[in-house]
């Protein structure tokens, strides 16, 4: 990792993180938005998106918030907690992610991310982020 914080789009990400399909659309220090379109490549078994795409994208969307935050300061987040709450369950569809710092201090922050169903505005899933603040390697 460079002394700058990477790109956030799809085209520069992990498989793992592409996979996601979380397109962010804003990302400052205090709110991170973006989409997600969800489908049969990331069902259970039992044809409903998969929880653990929701955590991903939840800590995804508090990491470069948190991360964007402390780049000034030659610092990245890291999560330390990932706490998700499943509210209803989803087969397809866009879900639009909104993502906002709680606390944010000079070694930790909370982030509260909540996933949205775009068709109607109803909430499939929230989460607060615990984060850490580390020095960027080579700053």
């Known amino acids: 990792m460079s002394a700058e914080l990477?790109?956030?789009?799809?085209?520069?990400?992990?498989?793992?993180?592409?996979?996601?399909?979380?397109?962010?659309?804003?990302?400052?220090?205090?709110?991170?938005?973006?989409?997600?379109?969800?489908?049969?490549?990331q069902h259970t078994p039992w044809g409903v998106v998969h929880g653990g795409l929701y955590c991903a994208v939840i800590e995804s969307a508090a990491s470069i918030g948190a991360s964007t935050a402390v780049a000034d300061r030659g610092q990245f987040a890291v999560g330390v907690n990932n706490n998700t709450d499943f509210v209803r369950p989803?087969?397809?569809?866009?879900?639009?992610?909104?993502?906002?710092?709680?606390?944010?201090?000079?070694?930790?922050q909370l982030w509260q991310v909540v996933l949205t169903r775009a068709e109607d505005g109803k909430l499939v899933a929230r989460g607060q982020v615990r984060l850490q603040n580390v020095p960027l390697p080579g700053a």
């Open 90 to 108: 989803m087969t397809a569809g866009r879900l639009d992610v909104v993502a906002q710092p709680i606390q944010q201090g000079k070694t930790l």
């Open 6 to 41: 990477p790109p956030v789009d799809l085209t520069a990400a992990s498989p793992f993180v592409a996979t996601t399909a979380f397109d962010v659309t804003e990302a400052t220090g205090t709110r991170v938005t973006g989409t997600v379109e969800t489908g049969p490549q």
